[in-house]
């Protein structure tokens, strides 16, 4: 990546760029040819009329850099043809997500905290570009306008370009005018993703392309248990290897570094190494969920409750109890955690695909034992993150740092195998929930109680203050607690079990399994009660836009006529992150006995349509992300604690031939934009699980729906 540039020699090469300094209220300092505006920069515009918009958030292939590029250029009156984007430098006091207080990416939070940021962004460089325009035609800058890139008065015109000098020059407005929704030309229409092209034509850099010179390669023995540890190794044979040029110990593993990756990856099979597993997780999964189960059956620290939901169930004249079980997963993002560590000079340089800029480059710049400030992040496309790349300890990041400052004879390439990835923890943690529900004489849903029982993902950590209330983790029972429906009689307890087994969020945390068991049990008691999945939603809703989504849904999907013969559709809806999203999916059986889904009908209501083709693409990869998981994942513990997957011939994905067909309707709104990168998963498997019971007459209970205890 081109590492950002000052605004001074932006200016110098006559070239205009906006810093909006936050939060609001502090005003920017005026630019003159010799004094650049203060940092904070969000717009560069240059000679040759090109928009750069500078991208705080990481790319991993949810959007953000189109999604900003696209509020930046419709405030900004440019054309989309003039759009380019460029990573920000790890800096806080100018690029922090302002929900997190730090540079970061997660909990679909990208759009929703940058609107305002850009949309100022821009109209403040649409305002100067008027103003400068103005000035120059000695016209009231009221009669100035701007369209495509192009500033006009009567015959006169002149390009961004033309005029990026001279705007450059004037104070940068506090409080720009801002559009107003009918006068938006690009928010809310489909344009191109900014980095299609790039990863289509090869030019997108992401850090397994980055090379240095002389630089070797790393690579990693991690214990075979959670919680183990080094006690010796033997590094003949590995150092006997050709191009193996060193063996060392880290608090993480042996790191093997060689003159390629082939010859690393011979050394790092020939290691023997002795482990200390006393500390570690040697339980099975299977013993996991045992123990897990056995706090289910017991009520857990209260989450929410309403009613007397013990004597409502007492007094019901129908009830259904059911235990679910959701396994350890994954991420398997496309490209395996890696990093690119220069040290020269007393300075550190860094290459790497960053969801926490800041953290990480001073955890690599803490290893080394350098100052942050001499560290540079030099950010890259990442392949995939699905929640992997951000941990409230900056595990990768430390673990890189550790593996560099060992060898400090050259750059460092450090990348972990598939098998490091599929083995290497950090999963979405395994959960057990027990539901009861009860019916009363007429049908009615007068009951409901869920305790849930699995591993927290921030206690311990410096989230736990933000999210930990009263003993509970909200990640851990968010959808089950402050659902969309409204019972007489409801309650939500949750346990926090303790494994060596390091947990982390994954696409959409907690509502990858609250979703699951909210709308499958539901689905149940709707059936138990004789009321049809769509209608009795309906009746049970207390938010309008949760009606919104599921009655879209149920227009698009027709609902109501009989499917084909041998198929059944399903329905379910969830709101995560602030975004709701409902679903009908239409399946049939497989003649190994899993489910085929043809199709999935998914309605979604995120605030202002921001880009409804980044939109649509991320609903269509969550659900195709959620459905490959609810069939296949599962990351089992066998004896000993060791992880039984290793890659992708054993943890297995959704394959080509099995997504099935996809149509979303984008409800118009004109509430604030919130996230689309995960909130399209949760409903998918509930969806297809309500579709296989209508279909078979059986509840999945256990996911994957591969698992032998649904075949």
């Given amino acids: 990546m081109t590492p950002v540039t000052t605004r001074r020699q932006f200016i110098g090469s006559a070239a205009l760029v906006i810093g909006l300094a936050l939060p609001a209220g502090r005003r920017a300092a005026a630019a003159a040819p010799s004094a650049p505006f203060s940092p904070n920069a969000f717009v560069r515009i240059a000679e040759d009329d090109t928009v750069t918009v500078i991208i705080k958030h990481v790319e991993f292939g949810q959007g953000p850099s189109t999604g900003l590029s696209t509020i930046v250029a419709d405030e900004l009156d440019a054309d989309w043809s003039q759009m380019r984007m460029e990573f920000a430098p790890a800096n806080d006091a100018l690029y922090k997500n302002l929900q997190f207080g730090t540079m970061g990416t997660g909990g679909s939070t990208a759009m929703a905290n940058s609107w305002m940021q850009m949309r100022n962004a821009g109209a403040a460089a649409r305002a100067m570009l008027v103003e400068a325009a103005a000035r120059r035609w000695r016209v009231p800058a009221a009669e100035v306008s701007v369209s495509r890139g192009v500033v006009r008065h009567g015959r006169k015109k002149a390009s961004f370009g033309e005029l990026a000098s001279a705007a450059a020059r004037l104070p940068v407005p506090e409080t720009p005018t801002l559009k107003t929704p009918d006068q938006w030309t690009l928010i809310g229409k489909d344009t191109p993703k900014l980095d299609s092209s790039m990863k289509s034509d090869g030019s997108a850099i992401f850090t397994l392309d980055v090379m240095r010179p002389g630089m070797v390669n790393a690579v990693i023995l991690h214990p075979p248990a959670f919680g183990g540890k080094v006690v ?133 710049a803490k290893a080394f034992g350098i100052a942050p400030e001499k560290a540079t992040l030099h950010e890259q496309f990442a392949g995939g993150s699905f929640g992997r790349r951000a941990t409230p300890n900056m595990d990768f990041a430390t673990e890189a740092g550790a593996a560099a400052a060992a060898y400090r004879d050259a750059p460092v390439k450090f990348a972990w195998t598939r098998e490091n990835d599929i083995q290497g923890g950090r999963y979405r943690p395994l959960f057990v929930h027990r539901l009861r529900g009860g019916l009363d004489a007429a049908g009615e849903i007068v009951a409901w109680d869920q305790v849930l029982a699995g591993q927290s993902i921030v206690m311990g950590s410096p989230l736990e203050a933000f999210v930990v209330q009263d003993g509970v983790d909200s990640t851990m029972v968010e959808g089950a607690s402050e659902s969309s429906y409204a019972w007489p009689n409801h309650r939500v307890g949750v346990h926090v079990m303790q494994s060596a087994v390091p947990p982390l969020w994954w696409r959409s945390v907690g509502n990858t399994h609250t979703a699951y068991t909210v709308e499958t049990f539901l689905d149940e008691l709707l059936a138990l009660g004789g009321r049809d999945p769509v209608a009795g939603r309906l009746a049970r809703m207390k938010d309008a836009r949760a009606k919104a989504v599921l009655v879209r849904v149920g227009e698009l999907a027709d609902w109501g006529h009989a499917p084909p013969a041998g198929h059944a559709f399903g329905v379910a809806l969830h709101k995560s992150f602030g975004t709701y999203v409902a679903q009908i999916a239409q399946v049939s059986r497989r003649a190994d006995g899993l489910p085929r889904v043809h199709k999935v009908w998914c309605a979604v209501d995120c605030g202002v349509p921001i880009n409804p083709n980044v939109i649509r693409a991320q609903m269509e990869g969550g659900i195709g992300f959620g459905l490959g998981h609810a069939l296949y994942g599962d990351l089992t513990l066998g004896d000993g604690g060791r992880v039984l997957q290793s890659n992708f011939h054993d943890y297995r994905s959704l394959r080509i031939e099995e997504m099935p067909a996809v149509e979303v309707a984008i409800i118009a709104s004109s509430e604030k934009p919130t996230g689309v990168g995960e909130p399209g998963l949760p409903p998918t498997a509930p969806a297809v699980a309500n579709a296989w019971r209508r279909l078979t007459g059986r509840a999945v209970r256990r996911l994957p729906f591969a698992h032998g205890e649904n075949a």
């Fill in 232 to 364: 010796s190794v033997d590094k003949s044979a590995a150092l006997a290897v050709p191009g193996v040029l060193a063996v060392e110990t880290i608090p993480q593993g042996v790191v093997v570094y060689a003159k390629g990756t082939y010859p690393a990856l011979k050394g790092r099979a020939a290691l023997e190494v002795d482990w200390d597993l006393s500390q570690a997780e040697t339980r099975s999964s299977e013993a996991l969920i045992k123990v897990w189960a056995a706090a289910a059956a017991t009520p857990g620290t209260q989450a929410e409750a309403t009613g007397d939901v013990d004597a409502a169930l007492k007094a019901a004249a129908k009830t259904i109890e059911a235990q679910y079980v959701f396994p350890y997963l994954a991420h398997a993002p496309m490209e395996p955690l890696d990093a690119v560590i220069e040290a020269k000079d007393g300075r550190l340089d860094i290459w790497m695909g960053s969801q926490w800029q800041v953290g990480e480059t001073n955890a690599i």
